[in-house]
């Protein structure tokens, strides 16, 4: 009887998955993951325990797939360690709390470098470290060495500090609608790198690593907020999850929003002219920035960092362009839909 030939080949360098073993590269990783300033037992047992000092704990995963949601010929393992963080600390920042801790879930092929995993950790402890928080846990497998690359499932656990979580739900008719971050960079610098560019660094910097402005989200719940959200998938997009949610019409004061994010010229004006587009498009429905989006109460006194971009009105739910409807105004503008959907 003649032996099965190996499903894959075993000729990996030195420093791979395979040769090194799992808890080799635990081991490796978890030198880079730093400390959460809430763990009583960090990673190493079976399980992390936490403190959580406000008795709740806000909960979020988001999953980054190779070749879909990064490229390693586009970017650092450190810049997808922090744009996987980012992701997940914005989303906390936007339920008005701060992130404590993160587990990571890792399906990578086994010819995958030791040395790649190890910048990823070092980028996620990086982002999350001005927070205090840290990597306390998590699991690695094999994935197939035909199954596309690495899966990266990272949740994140935050605390509301004693605040009540700031919903999507919550907009009313008369409410201010404010922003606070920058939106459009990460859909800039995504149009420069499929071209094969990589300038301007701003916009591919941008790209490579959002910077969410996470102190906005805790600010604005200080400051009554009703409704909130990341912009992760567009500005038209989760406006529109805001005003279904809340049972409201959403309507962006153009001018007021232009003012907000392109009123000094910089990277977008300069690609969109290079393109032949309008930079526009990527405001309104460019995503993975993470800019905070919110409402605040007619009057109330916007936080440091919030401007204006709108209004809460009532109608039939939905998003509008000074009075017109988000869809017409992003295909005015050259944009395909208005943001980023999943499964298209």
């Given at each position: 009887?003649?032996?099965?030939?190996?499903?894959?080949?075993?000729?990996?360098?030195?420093?791979?998955?395979?040769?090194?073993?799992?808890?080799?590269?635990?081991?490796?990783?978890?030198?880079?993951?730093?400390?959460?300033?809430?763990?009583?037992?960090?990673?190493?047992?079976?399980?992390?325990v936490?403190?959580?000092?406000?008795?709740?704990?806000?909960?979020?995963?988001?999953?980054?797939?190779?070749?879909?949601?990064?490229?390693?010929?586009?970017?650092?393992?450190?810049?997808?360690?922090?744009?996987?963080?980012?992701?997940?600390?914005?989303?906390?920042?936007?339920?008005?709390?701060?992130?404590?801790?993160?587990?990571?879930?890792?399906?990578?092929?086994?010819?995958?470098?030791?040395?790649?995993?190890?910048?990823?950790?070092a980028?996620?402890?990086?982002?999350?470290?001005?927070?205090g928080?840290?990597?306390?846990?998590?699991?690695?497998?094999?994935?197939?060495?035909?199954?596309?690359?690495?899966?990266?499932?990272?949740?994140?656990l935050?605390?509301?500090?004693?605040?009540?979580?700031?919903?999507?739900?919550?907009?009313?008719?008369?409410?201010?609608?404010?922003?606070?971050?920058?939106?459009?960079?990460?859909?800039?610098?995504?149009?420069?790198?499929?071209?094969?560019?990589?300038?301007?660094?701003?916009?591919?910097?941008?790209h490579?690593?959002?910077?969410?402005p996470?102190?906005?989200?805790?600010?604005?719940?200080?400051?009554?907020?009703?409704?909130?959200?990341?912009?992760?998938?567009?500005?038209?997009?989760?406006?529109?999850?805001?005003?279904?949610?809340?049972?409201?019409?959403?309507?962006?004061?153009?001018?007021?929003?232009?003012?907000?994010?392109?009123?000094?010229?910089?990277?977008?004006?300069?690609?969109?002219?290079?393109?032949?587009?309008?930079?526009?498009?990527?405001?309104?429905?460019?995503?993975?920035?993470?800019?905070?989006?919110?409402?605040?109460?007619?009057?109330?006194?916007?936080?440091?960092?919030?401007a204006?971009?709108?209004?809460?009105?009532?109608?039939?739910?939905?998003?509008?362009?000074?009075?017109?409807?988000?869809?017409a105004?992003?295909?005015?503008v050259?944009?395909?839909?208005?943001?980023?959907?999943?499964?298209?």
């Amino acid at each position: 009887m003649t032996r099965p030939r190996p499903l894959v080949p075993r000729d990996d360098p030195a420093d791979s998955v395979r040769v090194v073993g799992e808890f080799g590269v635990i081991a490796r990783v978890l030198a880079r993951s730093g400390v959460a300033r809430v763990a009583e037992v960090g990673p190493g047992d079976d399980a992390a325990v936490l403190r959580a000092p406000d008795g709740r704990v806000v909960a979020t995963t988001d999953v980054l797939v190779e070749g879909r949601h990064f490229r390693r010929d586009w970017s650092s393992a450190e810049d997808v360690g922090h744009k996987a963080a980012a992701a997940n600390l914005a989303d906390v920042a936007a339920m008005g709390g701060v992130t404590t801790a993160l587990l990571v879930g890792l399906a990578c092929p086994p010819d995958t470098p030791t040395t790649w995993l190890e910048g990823v950790a070092a980028g996620l402890a990086a982002e999350c470290a001005p927070l205090g928080a840290a990597v306390v846990g998590g699991d690695t497998v094999s994935a197939a060495p035909d199954s596309g690359g690495v899966v990266l499932s990272v949740t994140a656990l935050g605390d509301l500090g004693g605040r009540a979580p700031v919903l999507r739900s919550g907009a009313r008719p008369g409410d201010v609608l404010a922003l606070a971050g920058r939106l459009g960079w990460s859909a800039c610098g995504l149009a420069v790198l499929r071209r094969g560019f990589t300038s301007p660094a701003a916009a591919v910097a941008a790209h490579r690593r959002p910077a969410p402005p996470y102190a906005a989200g805790p600010a604005a719940a200080e400051a009554g907020a009703t409704a909130m959200c990341d912009v992760s998938d567009g500005l038209l997009a989760d406006a529109g999850h805001v005003a279904e949610e809340s049972g409201v019409l959403v309507d962006v004061d153009r001018a007021a929003l232009v003012r907000a994010t392109l009123e000094l010229p910089g990277p977008l004006q300069q690609v969109a002219a290079a393109l032949g587009g309008d930079p526009m498009a990527w405001v309104l429905t460019g995503g993975e920035d993470h800019a905070m989006l919110a409402t605040f109460p007619p009057g109330a006194d916007l936080p440091d960092g919030w401007a204006r971009i709108g209004t809460v009105r009532e109608g039939e739910p939905g998003v509008r362009v000074d009075g017109e409807p988000a869809e017409a105004v992003a295909a005015a503008v050259g944009a395909e839909g208005t943001g980023h959907a999943h499964f298209r």
